[in-house]
């Protein structure tokens, strides 16, 4: 029998070997596919149910230093409201002790003098609002949900007192806002397609982070680097099976979404399959560039840990918003793929297909996809150096 | 003499086939090579001046210490490194030029293949098949070729994970193979692997060869293996040293190896009391004698009771001397016989059975490792524990040492069970793992000091031990250097300093040459005996069976058993047959194991 | 006993810190971090786009509009003349909010009709879009008072006068950053302790250890005490920064802060613990950290009030240390809360301390067999 030479055969025969071997690996280790499809549902159930800007029943003091008709008509109108559970207190240190031992998140406090000076035409009648304003946020929509019980309230005096004229006077210029896309407000609108950005980010990292880190530590790579395999083999090799994975996932996360949150989705679902096939792939090649540049699962594991949740959490506009941040940061926020599909999925969820925002941020997340892959392609060669 | 396979079986493979011919007939030709690592000044230089050719079809040996460079030399082949200088012509195709051609038509098996332990044996090799792009239709016939090559046709289900050693070893060929190849790069194949194992790897080895025209180039460990070679290769310090058959080598020594035998006291005191005479370049144990390597000119020296026989020079005596002649301060000081480590003699009066093990018995799961194992150690005994690879040697050493608790049967070590006992018990033993299990980046210094307060010493006690560890073993100028960053000879010395630190009675130490060459073996071995002789009680794996011979006593196991056990010389005559009067302990070891199938002299 | 776990730790520090890529993930991340994300992690918006549709173009609706591009909130990005062009800024995400002024408004205003201006926002970000609303609702509140003072108009029946204690200004950065100090740290030190033991595994050296006179207790006390003194002075370290460089108050006790950080500390050190003893595998570990991390941040109360949450949630967060935690932490910076005030998220957190610890300890003696 004398040798073929060289011995090399189709580029497909040797992907098809690569991606078969992957794929071979994920079946055999759970840990993969938990990543791909428990790690989703675990956290899309936590955070969709746990998460919520919307506060309700906000822990209220009332106090009334002479309670009578109109302190007791302003209290019905905070206890009519949802957003509130008011406790009444008997005097202001009471209420300014609840606040301190956290029992309670705001005081409205009614003067004595309030019912005498709201009868006169010459003064307002201050009613104090004491805040805990510790958690900033919370404060200062506890503050514009009790401003608007107090509006309520007010109009409602105006009126039964017949004085229609005065309410302009009360209120020369009224706001009349209107909310698209999510009139409720619904924080859970907003946060769940956030949410897949994400846990997408983490999976996507997770997946690929340690697989190169783990061949060069088995020492499995040098054996592959001798055969006549390509580097874009290799590379097509590892992605493949983990983007299969990881749109699995994907699709797990958003039928959560749409069937479990009831989040609304009026994008095409061909748009949805194309940004988030984009995304994925700049996640995996993310993890594959660390997995490369480490060449040691510990240390590929700490940079993983590092770039990926947090700054997809805090730097992707999930939560905080990047036009309040410093410029030199909101620079740095157009390194986080997670902050062009957040946008991309917001709009596609509530919004629709909006082209004048889909296709930069999809042009954005093809140039940061072909830049983690070219860059895992310049890293890896296939040399020992 | 090892009977390995014999030399005439692999001249008779210089015929090259008529493919291969067309390339020329110089497989491999290398010039002026230079690779070095790390930035300047602190750079070494791992390949340096190199210049060799291997012609096409023969099977070249690459055969030098540890850090000579080979395992450089052999990614520099396969164009996994790049050269500082100088030119490499594998095939005829320039490797810095044309890497993917040239790794199309070699195959390379790098010293630990990395095989996919969670695929099966079948899926590895479709794997392999794939990547080089064996034809769909050429496929079974080739596996079925292989896995009977390898003896691995029953396990194609089962995971790559589980093999054993050797197993595995044979599988990473048989990867490496599933294309022809036209040049077999094989990087140290037989480190860690059994007797038989080796001899079936050779035999593969040996048969592609004949019936494929392949050219073979191999690094090894085993200086036996050298003399199955066409030609070979000795590089010390990134430098040939020479290049000739192994005939060659050893023709200038006619006359000057010599054996020893004396009617009473231990073997190894006698090669102890030889090294220390002058004109005696080497002394180690062969079997009943002692094996003498003479300097030139000089008569085997007065032997009081004992006496002297002529023995035919092998290839081992030449890489002795070969290294001898070097100015090579690396390896030098560790030839020197070591200074006793200043050990307490142990007081008489304890119990002589410091070892006892009784039915003992693990399972996993339905597999049975160990199978109701007796054996005892006496005081001051070095006790080997042989067997191939996945005979339960490994298991036993861990239940012996209190990782693992026993299913079955008794054991105790000093008097107690380790695994139960008082965390205070295990400070009378010292451990030392089959990878050297040191914290690569922490310092020499950091190590020994790290296992030595882990034992409770302190003060100047410490800083007493710490001065001897770091002056025994030669490594006061590698006392700030990571220990991962030490040649391996070093790294095995100094995971010996950190399990001698606490002076423990019973040493236990796993596979703790693998990989070491020759030389630093030697030493390795001068300490063990001298601890012995003070009172420390020595249990010790190996795969190589010249070590078995330095064992006071030794059983050897297979699949949980013990097949023997007894005096090297007492296990050695169970092997003794007619067409084998006096068999090696290698000889022994593979009529033993492969007993129940093939009939004794199997492999002769 | 002691010499012994003080050779183990003194191992795993130098381990941890000889490394130079090790010693820089250990100290470099946490400080970008802190820098990166109390700048990042504000509620409080500001230059919040806004595209100006003025069909009046009086001298009462320009004073409206510059109302608006002089709060500092809002940032004019585009004047509208048509109807149409609303939808077209706001889908493209162009404006955040659309204000809409009626072609009448001054000349209602003048003859004291009511007036509506309208206002139109994206809420695709919900939060932002409440947010930007409750600044544009105190903005016309301003106006109209401004209006009623300089017409003599009768003054409003009754006024809100709202005094925030702890942070007079809502400023939100105040409430942001302690909770990124216990993000940090919690990550410091599940990165440091969750990691060590499957890294010994992985590199053979964990037998190594268990055939010294090292008993299983040792080994975990020699493995929390790395983490513990690096979580104390990374802790420190960020506190130090945050309130020199960020101006955050620091209200409360010294001790207090560094009783609720020892015991917060104990119980992160508990749960790294546990994870190290049950992962085989580094990667195990590093997915074992993640599991707990995530979810560990967001039901913190960090970003999100624990209040809001379903009550099952709410009571998910109880064995969160993280939890007791901010609260403790915000209640020193912010509150100067006393020892006693903070007593019951003490006692939590030693709880969930104990038990983690003794869990990894059974864990650590258990997975040896």
Known sequence: MSPPTPRRGSSWMRMGGLIRKESLQILRDPASIAIAFLLPVVLLLIFGYGVSLNAKHIPLAFVADAPDKESAALLASFNHSSYFSPRIAPNLATAERWLLNRQVDAIVHVPSDFSAQLHTASQSAPLQLIINGVDANQARLTQAYIQAGWQSWLAARTQAAGLEHSAAAAQPVALAARIWFNPELRSRDYLVPGLIAVIMTLIGALLTALVMAREWERGTLEALMVTPVHINELLIGKLVPYFVLGMGGMALSVAMAVWLFGVPFLGSWWLLVLTSALFLLTALGMGLFISIVARNQFVASLIAIITTFLPAFMLSGFIFDIGSMPGWLQNLTYLVSARYFIVILHTLFLAGDVASVLWPNTLALLAIALFFIAASRRKIRKSLE | MPSLLLKNDTQALGTQGPETQALGTQALVIQGLYKSFGKAPRSTQAVNNVSFCVPMGAIVGLIGPDGAGKTT?????????????????????????????????????????????????????????????????????????????????????????????????????????????????????????????????????????????????????????????????????????????????????????????????????????????????????????????????????????????????????????????????????????????????????????????????????????????????????????LGANGAGKSTTFRMLCGLLPASGGALSVAGVDLFTAAAKARARIGYMSQKYALYEVLSVLQNLKFFARAYGLKGAHLSQRLAWALAEFDLDQYRDTNSGLLPLGFKQRLAMACALMHEPDILFLDEPTSGVDPIERRAFWARINGLADLGVTIMITTHFMDEAEYCDRLVIMSQGRILAAGTPAVIRAQAQTEAAPNPSMEDAFITLITAPTQPAGAGA | MWQRIIALAIKEFQSLLRDPKSRFVIVGPPLIQLLVFTFAATFDLSNIPIAIYNQDGGQAAQALVARFEGSGHFKNVATIHRESDIARVIDSREALMVLTIGPRFEADLRSHQPTTVQLIIDGRNSNTAAIALSYANTLIADFNTQWQTRHQLRAPPSVIVTRAWFNPNLESRWFIVPGIVAILMLVVVMVVTALSVAREREQGTFDQLLVTPLRPVEILIGKAIPGFVIGLLEGSMIILLAVNAFAVPFEGHVLTLYIGMGLFLLSAIGIGLMISALAATLQQAVLGVFLFLVPAIILSGFATPIANMPPFVQDLTLINPMRYFMIILRGIFLEGSSFQSLQNQFWPLAIIGLVTLAAAGWLFRHRMN
């Not at chain 2, 599933?178 to 037989?190: M, Q, S």
């Not at chain 2, 030889?274 to 004698?289: E, N, Y």
């Not at chain 2, 030139?296 to 030449?318: C, I, K, Y």
């Not at chain 2, 008489?348 to 410091?354: D, L, Q």
Request: proline share 9%; hydrophobic share 45%.
């Open chain 2, 73 to 385: 030399l052999m990614r520099l082949m396969a164009g996994l490194l790049t050269p500082d200088a100088g030119s490499l012509q594998v095939l005829g195709v320039d490797v810095q030029k044309d890497p993917l051609t040239v790794q199309a038509s070699i195959g390379y098996m790098p010293q630990h293949f990395g095989l996919y332990e969670d695929l099966t044996v079948q899926e590895n090799l479709t794997l392999y098949a794939d990547l080089q792009g064996l034809p769909f239709n050429q496929r079974p016939d080739r596996y079925q070729q292989l896995l009977a090559m390898t003896g691995l046709g029953a396990f194609t289900d089962r995971l790559a994970g589980q093999l054993s050693g050797g197993m595995k070893q044979k599988l990473g060929l048989a990867c490496t193979l599933v294309r022809p190849p036209n040049l077999l790069l094989l990087d140290e194949p037989t480190v860690g692997v059994d007797p038989v194992s080796r001899r079936e790897l050779w035999a593969i080895v040996i048969q592609l060869v004949q019936e494929e025209g392949m050219t073979v180039l191999l690094s090894t460990a085993y200086l036996d293996e050298a003399e199955h070679c066409d030609e070979v290769i000795l590089l010390h310090e990134g430098q040939i040293l020479g290049q000739d058959t192994p005939a060659a080598f050893t023709q200038h020594l006619a006359g000057r190896v010599w054996g020893a035998k004396r009617h009473q006291g231990l073997r190894r005191h006698l090669q102890a009391e030889l090294r220390q005479q002058p004109g005696i370049l080497d002394a180690v144990i062969d079997g009943d004698w002692v094996r003498v390597l003479l300097a030139e000119q000089t008569a085997p020296p007065a032997l009081p009771d004992g006496v002297w026989q002529p023995l035919p020079p092998r290839f081992e005596d030449a890489f002795v001397l070969m290294l001898h002649s070097q100015p090579a301060p690396q390896t030098a000081p560790a030839l020197a016989p070591p200074a006793s480590p200043p050990i307490e003699p142990t007081p008489r009066e304890r119990p002589a059975e410091v070892i006892a093990v009784h039915g003992l018995t693990r399972r996993f799961g339905a597999f049975i490792a160990v199978n109701a194992i007796s054996f005892s150690v006496q005081r001051g005994e070095i006790f080997g524990l």
